[in-house]
T-cell receptor, first 110, second 116 residues
Framework: SQQGEEDPQALSIQEGENATMNCSYK?????LQWYRQNSGRGLVHLIL???NEREKHSGRLRVTLDTSKKSSSLLITASRAADTASYFC??????????WGAGTKLIIKP | EPEVTQTPSHQVTQMGQEVILRCVPI?????FYWYRQILGQKVEFLVS????????KSEIFDDQFSVERPDGSNFTLKIRSTKLEDSAMYFC??????????????FGPGTRLTVT
């Protein structure tokens, strides 16, 4: 399978703590994108990291990419209740196709 | 901020009926996609569309499915004879090359299709 694999499948933390989600993939990639999905809702694009980048920041989000290990991580700092959602990494392969995993379900406890 | 819109938000249909799901991509985007997500499962790619033709399609996208860009703004997904297993959330997405060739895809809110 070429799909991205997120780890862990579920994560529950206290509000204010940092949340780290990991992703592994198998194919060579053009870039890697992270998306958020609130329950029963649409997919929201969070951040894109190119294959020649190692780290990228956007607000409270920090994404890393290690192409040698075919892995990426998403760090959400100072988590809030509103961050409760499922998070998907979607590597984009050389054909510009997004490859989806099952996601990490993040629960932020108040 | 421009966004992808989809109608209807929820469609209930009987097995064997035809449905058309509609999407209005972001106006200057050139690449269009349909995905589906069965409840509780991962997102599945259906089809991509560029320059008025299908550029890629998955195994799911069989002869029961078709896509069309009937005018300069709409992008539709038709399912000719729906089956129970077609019940899912269907997402439309659009992209452009982007500033650095990233092809970021922007998703609509989805249409929940329920086949009874």
């Amino acid at each position: 399978s070429q799909q991205g694999e997120e780890d862990p499948q579920a994560l529950s933390i206290q509000e204010g703590e940092n949340a780290t989600m990991n992703c592994s993939y198998k194919t060579s990639i053009n870039n890697l994108q992270w998306y958020r999905q609130n329950s029963g809702r649409g997919l929201v694009h969070l951040i894109l990291i190119r294959s020649n980048e190692r780290e990228k920041h956007s607000g409270r989000l920090r994404v890393t990419l290690d192409t040698s290990k075919k892995s990426s991580s998403l760090l959400i700092t100072a988590s809030r209740a509103a961050d409760t959602a499922s998070y998907f990494c979607a590597p984009m392969d050389s054909n510009y196709q997004l490859i989806w995993g099952a996601g990490t379900k993040l629960i932020i406890k108040p | 901020e421009p966004e992808v819109t989809q109608t209807p938000s929820h469609q209930v249909t009987q097995m064997g009926q035809e449905v058309i799901l509609r999407c209005v991509p972001i106006s200057n985007h050139l690449y269009f996609y349909w995905y589906r997500q069965i409840l509780g499962q991962k997102v599945e790619f259906l089809v991509s569309f560029y320059n008025n033709e299908i550029s890629e399609k998955s195994e799911i996208f069989d002869d029961q499915f078709s896509v069309e860009r009937p005018d300069g703004s709409n992008f539709t997904l038709k399912i000719r004879s729906t089956k129970l297993e077609d019940s899912a959330m269907y997402f439309c997405a659009s992209s452009d090359i982007g500033l650095l060739g990233g092809y970021e895809q922007y998703f609509g809110p989805g249409t929940r299709l329920t086949v009874t």
